[in-house]
């Protein structure tokens, strides 16, 4: 499978893990037209990517994402009709919508800021750890926009629960990371120098699991959390379970199993 070169990202491939990096820390990693194609481009790639297993989304510098680089995106958005800025706020959701549909579990390492967008790529991933500095607003309420965007209104209250969600939404609030830790946002709060372990740790741990079990059981979850009732993520798990228990992995691993 081909790679791309990117000029906004840096892609580390360790065995089935990408280590994807944002990387444009003279800028604190604000997102410009640039860096959303290219992060619209790899996030689409691995939804039919069967070989990288596992995602680690980090970032270059001492901030995560500091959200979209209003001083480049402003002027361009403004210069826009209605259609073409529906266009680019298209494009633009198409990063967290490929986020979730990839089987790939992301795991998030945050350090300092995260807002806007960039808090919207946290909310997005599966795991998330975060350093004792991490400090992160949907900040979209205060540029005038609706608090509720790029998948904010569905994610975030499911993330942190209603009540909090709002708060965060409607006034732009910092949420500061022994908050996160309290809420269940992110797993651990680790020193800035052992953030990479900590995402070395969860990989190699997820690595561990059937590759179509992981997989599935990122989409059960997901499945499990809108489900309308118990019935329905039950009948979910069940057609997952009769699906895996059939297969020479789950076989293999039973009797690997039995004999430890």
Do not use: H, W
């Given at each position: ?18 280590w994807l990096s944002l990387d444009r820390p003279q800028a604190l990693n604000a997102m410009n ?147 996160a830790l309290s809420l269940g946002f992110v797993s651990a709060i680790v020193p800035v120098e ?67």
């Open positions: 499978m081909g790679e791309r070169t990117y000029e906004t990202l840096r892609v580390e491939k360790r065995g089935a893990a990408d037209g640039r860096m959303i194609e290219e992060l619209a481009d790899y996030f689409a790639a691995r939804v039919t990517d069967r070989e990288t297993r596992v995602i680690v989304l980090r970032a270059s510098g001492p901030a995560f994402c500091a959200g979209l680089d209003l001083k480049e995106m402003s002027g361009l958005i403004a210069e826009l009709d209605t259609s073409d800025r529906l266009l680019f706020q298209q494009r633009l959701s198409s990063i967290f919508l490929s986020m979730r549909r990839c089987p790939q579990p992301i795991v998030c390492l945050l350090q300092g800021a995260a807002a806007g967008g960039g808090f919207a790529l946290a909310v997005a991933a599966d795991i998330r750890y975060c350093t004792p500095d991490a400090r992160m607003s949907a900040a979209f309420i205060k540029v005038g926009l609706s608090g509720c965007d790029v998948g904010m209104s569905y994610l975030l209250p499911r993330a942190v629960g209603t009540s909090v969600a709002t708060e965060l939404l409607m006034t732009g609030a910092f949420l500061e990371a022994q908050r052992a953030l990479a372990e900590a995402g070395e740790k969860a990989v190699a741990g997820l690595l561990q699991a059937d590759p179509l079990g992981l997989a599935l059981t990122k989409q059960g979850l997901q499945v499990g959390i809108s489900a309308p009732s118990l019935d329905s993520a039950i009948a979910n798990e069940d057609r997952q379970q009769a699906l895996l228990s059939g297969m020479d992995g789950f076989r293999s691993r039973l009797r690997a199993f039995i004999r430890k």
